[in-house]
C-alpha cells in the first residue's frame, strides 16, 4: 500500500495503518539523525526525536492540517530537521 493508503486507512480508525507507516520510516530516520549526531547529545534523544516527529505529523493529518498524496518520507525529513534544530538551539541557549 503506499504511503497516502495507509493514511486514509489510519483516518479510518486503523491503528496497524499508523504502526506500519512508522516501521516504514523509523530505522531510515534514526539513521539521519544519527548522521547528525553533532545535533544529538545521545542517541536516546535521536528516539525522542522521532516519536516527536511521528506525534506531530500523525497529529497533523487528524486534524486535517496536513495532506497526503505521495510518500511522506520527504516531510518526515524535514520534521526530523525542524525538531532536531529546535533542540540544538534550545541547548545552546541554555549554555
Same mark, same amino acid.
Given at each position: 500500500?503506499?504511503?497516502?493508503? $495507509? ?13 506500519? $507507516? ?55 525529513? +524535514?520534521?526530523?530537521?525542524? +525538531? ?5 538551539? +534550545? ?5
Amino acid at each position: 500500500l503506499s504511503d497516502a493508503e $495507509l493514511v486514509q486507512i489510519y483516518l479510518g480508525g486503523n491503528q496497524d495503518a499508523a504502526t506500519e $507507516l512508522h516501521t516504514r520510516y523509523n530505522n531510515r530516520l534514526l539513521r539521519l539523525v544519527e548522521a547528525r549526531s553533532m545535533l544529538v547529545r545521545q542517541s536516546d534523544e535521536g528516539h525522542d526525536v522521532l516519536q516527536s516527529v511521528f506525534g506531530t505529523f500523525f497529529k497533523r493529518v487528524r486534524n486535517g492540517s496536513q495532506e497526503v498524496e505521495g510518500s511522506i518520507w520527504s516531510l518526515l525529513c +524535514k520534521l526530523t530537521h525542524r +525538531k532536531m534544530t529546535k533542540r540544538r538551539r +534550545k541547548r545552546e541557549t541554555l549554555k
